[in-house]
């Protein structure tokens, strides 16, 4: 059975940093492309950043490029996301997700329950 | 960047009605497009993707459809656990992923 199992969110003031790890089992994790995805209270989702299986190609959402970095360990089956000059439009819930088998990038079959990040003075 | 409009924002039907929800791009794109059901404190689940394929255990009432720039998912017979938000997304060929803001599916 997949699992993905986020951490590393809290309670961070405007212009900080965090780091979210991803755990994930259940499947070969280094074959696989993973992503992470927010969802603002009551708001709809938002993409965020994306990674490739060997961790050699790394995409970005405009509203993160040049403060959010996207990386993976595979040796540790673990996914991060480090996440830098933290404004409170970055308040959300940030889930990470698996590629689907079939579909590449194109769509996200697991998904872990996500890791609350608010950003707040 | 190409956004996604959902329609309607709200849709109430009653079990065993057809639901056809709409997801039109600003523009014409690849049939990469997928389609989630998220429930009140869960996270979203995959129910299509590439625009008409079911995912992995997705019950044969939903199917999707459509190419260019409108997109459909349409649920044949509304189960009562069916009443959830639905999102579409998409990713192009420069691999931008974009979610639309999601219909609402609720009991009439």
């Known amino acids: 059975e997949v699992q993905l199992v986020e951490s590393g969110g809290g309670l961070v003031q405007p212009g900080g940093s965090l780091r979210l790890s991803c755990a994930a089992s259940?499947?070969?994790?280094?074959?696989?492309?993973m992503t992470w995805v927010r969802q603002a209270p009551g708001k709809g989702l938002e993409w965020v950043s994306a990674?490739?299986?060997?961790?050699?190609?790394?995409y970005y959402a405009d509203s993160v490029k040049g403060r959010f970095t996207i990386s993976r360990d595979n040796s540790k089956s673990t996914l991060f996301l480090q996440m830098n000059s933290l404004g409170v439009e970055d308040t959300a819930l940030y889930y990470c997700?698996?590629?689907?088998?079939?579909?590449?990038?194109?769509?996200?079959?697991?998904w872990g329950q996500g890791t609350l990040v608010t950003v707040s003075s | 960047e190409i956004v996604l409009t959902q329609s309607p924002a709200t849709l109430s039907l009653s079990p065993g009605e057809r639901a056809t929800l709409s997801c039109r791009a600003s523009?014409?794109?690849?049939?990469?497009v997928a389609w989630y059901q998220q429930k009140p404190g869960q996270p979203p689940k995959l129910l299509i993707y590439?625009?008409?394929n079911r995912a992995t255990g997705i019950p044969a009432r939903f199917s999707g459809g459509g190419s260019g720039t409108d997109f459909t998912l349409t649920i044949s017979s509304l189960e009562p656990e069916d009443f959830a938000v639905y999102y579409c997304?998409?990713?192009?060929?420069?691999?931008?992923?974009?979610f639309g803001h999601g219909t609402r599916l609720e009991i009439k």
């Open positions: 997700a698996k590629a689907a088998a079939a579909a590449g990038l194109n769509a996200f079959d697991s």
């Open positions: 259940g499947f070969p994790f280094s074959s696989f492309s």
């Open positions: 990674i490739t299986g060997s961790g050699g190609s790394t």
């Open positions: 523009q014409s794109v690849n049939s990469y």
């Open positions: 590439d625009a008409f």
């Open positions: 997304q998409h990713r192009s060929n420069w691999l931008s992923i974009t």
